[in-house]
């Protein structure tokens, strides 16, 4: 009886090697990537990207094999990093960060300088600080997701509620003016909202809220169809309650899971297009910098000072990480 025991721990002693030895091999490519600067840009970036998956594919390997099967290591990577990104960005103003909002207080900094201890990121042509435009940046980012799902997400879940309800006329002017939303490019549609509206971050949310609208409104109007068949809603009704609290009371609460899960894959979306307008010169204004006119700004110099594109990593592993942990949570609402 022994044997089979003995044979089973002699196997895990090389799963764990193997396992510590990917976390390694890692650490060594990222090391390299970091220290080697008179490499070409393009293979330390290859270096890093190859660098970071062997790490994580070990580590996740070791966290499994401590934790359990059951135990997924990028869900709390995704919240821990979506935690460091918010807290990050609420207590910009106490971070002690160099200079990298006001041009004029960089006058003596150098301009495009190389990541160094002073500046981890480096500075941008202006000589600010690209690791504090980052942070910054990252409150326009949020605030725009956010806000943007905030205002869609309840004209659009009140919309389509009330139209699954009443129906008639009222469901067909609802859809007829989610058709009319519909039906404009989304690209045009913000393009013209942002010829009209000063380009602040109040109005951004507002345009992209409005440009959400159709999706809740569609979203909450199949939901609260099949709600409104039920037979606690019917019984509600026979009941003589009102229609406020058979949409608030009985409908609202069991749509709701559905409406906030796709809410969190909207907030990723909004984000990216946030970043799109920035880009194009759409969004907020320099010298307030978000994550997207920092990246069209490194545009024209990202082959000799790769380090500009920077904000493209915090870009992409917020919308990453919101989109795993929407996919998690929508994984534990189909499994119950």
Same mark, same amino acid.
Request: aromatic content about 8%.
């Given at each position: ?116 201890a002073a500046h ?26 956010l806000g943007g ?36 490019p989304p690209l ?5 909202? *942002? *010829? ?6 109040? $109005? ?49 609460? $069991? ?82």
């Amino acid at each position: 009886m022994s044997l089979p025991l003995a044979k089973a721990g002699g196997a895990r002693v090389p799963d764990a090697a193997g396992r510590w030895a990917l976390v390694l091999l890692g650490a060594v490519l990222v090391g390299t990537a970091l220290s080697t600067p008179m490499v070409l840009p393009a293979v330390r970036l290859l270096l890093g990207a190859l660098g970071l998956v062997f790490a994580y594919a070990g580590a996740s390997r070791l966290l499994r094999a401590r934790f359990g099967p059951g135990f997924d290591p990028g869900v709390w990577l995704a919240g821990t990093w979506l935690a460091a990104i918010v807290l990050a960005a609420a207590t910009a103003d106490l971070l002690p960060l160099p200079e990298s909002l006001d041009p004029s207080e960089a006058l003596t900094e150098p301009t495009y300088a190389a990541p160094s201890a002073a500046h981890p990121l480096g500075t941008d042509q202006y000589g600010l600080d690209v690791l504090g435009q980052i942070i910054y940046g990252a409150r326009v980012s949020l605030v725009v997701g956010l806000g943007g799902v905030l205002i869609g997400g309840t004209v659009g879940t009140l919309l389509g509620l009330t139209a699954s309800y009443l129906r008639g006329r009222v469901d067909g002017a609802v859809g007829w003016g989610t058709d009319v939303l519909l039906s404009f490019p989304p690209l045009v549609l913000l393009m013209a909202l *942002a *010829a009209v509206l000063e380009p602040r971050t109040r $109005n951004i949310c507002l345009a992209l809220g409005i440009l959400v609208i159709p999706s809740f409104v569609r979203l909450s109007r199949a939901a609260g169809l099949k709600v409104a068949g039920q037979p606690f809603v019917l019984t509600a009704r026979a009941m003589g309650a009102t229609r406020r609290r058979i949409l608030f009371r009985e409908i609202l609460p $069991n749509i709701l899971p559905s409406v906030l899960s796709y809410a969190l894959l909207v907030v990723a979306i909004l984000i990216v297009a946030e970043a799109s307008l920035s880009f194009l010169g759409l969004s907020v204004q320099r010298p307030a910098p978000t994550w997207g006119n920092m990246i069209a700004e490194a545009e024209a110099e990202f082959q000799t000072h790769p380090f500009l594109l920077a904000p493209a990593v915090p870009l992409f592993l917020t919308v990453y990480s919101i989109n795993r942990i929407g996919d998690f949570l929508r994984a534990g609402k189909e499994g119950d």
